[in-house]
Each structure stands twice: as structure tokens, then as C-alpha cells.
């Protein structure tokens, strides 16, 4: 039977505790000011090409132009009928313009 008791004095010590508790008093608009802030829809700017700033562009478009300048003047420079027909003979991939005896 003492267990009983004991099992009865936790019982009352337990609902003695419940007793001790506090109301809380809560906002009447708590519940919709937190439904508000949960479901809102926000509009959140896409960030994927921040990154990519006017002064970051500028100096891309500035390094695209100076190397098509630099290219183009590479190639002005070179004679594209003798590199062509260097490659060819280095290669052998040219046609003799020599006229053979038995031709």
C-alpha cells in the first residue's frame, strides 16, 4: 500500500503544480498578425546576375573591344595566300605547277 501513497502524493503534487500555473494573456490580433507574416507573399528581387555590376560590364565590353582591335590588326598584318600556301607545301598538300617532260 505505500506505494499507493507514494503514487497518490505524485498524482497531487503533479495537480498542485497545474494549480501554480499563470494565465497568459495573449494580444486579441495575435493569431491574424502571425497568419499575416506566415502566408505574405514577398517579393524578393532576383539576385541571379547581381553580381554582374555597370562597372563590371563596362570594363568586359572595354577588354572585348581591345582584343577584336588587337586581332584585327594581327590579321591585316598577315598575308593569308602565303601562309595558306606555305601550309600546303609544308604538308605536301599542294599541286605541283611545274610542267613534267611527259606532260
Known amino acids: 500500500m505505500e506505494t499507493n501513497k507514494d503514487l497518490q502524493n505524485k498524482i497531487?503534487?503533479?495537480l498542485n503544480a497545474i494549480d501554480a500555473i499563470e494565465s497568459v494573456n495573449v494580444s486579441p490580433f495575435f493569431k491574424d498578425k502571425?497568419?499575416?507574416r506566415l502566408f505574405a507573399?514577398?517579393?524578393e528581387p532576383v539576385t541571379t546576375w547581381s553580381w554582374f555590376s555597370p562597372k563590371l560590364q563596362l570594363a568586359t565590353l572595354?577588354?572585348?573591344?581591345v582584343?577584336?582591335?588587337?586581332a584585327f590588326s594581327e590579321i591585316s598584318k598577315s598575308n593569308y595566300d602565303e601562309n595558306i600556301n606555305d601550309f600546303a607545301e609544308t604538308y605536301g598538300l599542294s599541286?605541283?605547277?611545274?610542267s613534267s617532260i611527259l606532260n
Open 12 to 14: 497531487d503534487s503533479t
Open 34 to 36: 502571425t497568419m499575416q
Open 41 to 43: 507573399e514577398k517579393d
Open 62 to 65: 572595354v577588354c572585348v573591344i
Open 67 to 70: 582584343l577584336n582591335i588587337i
Open 95 to 98: 599541286v605541283s605547277t611545274d
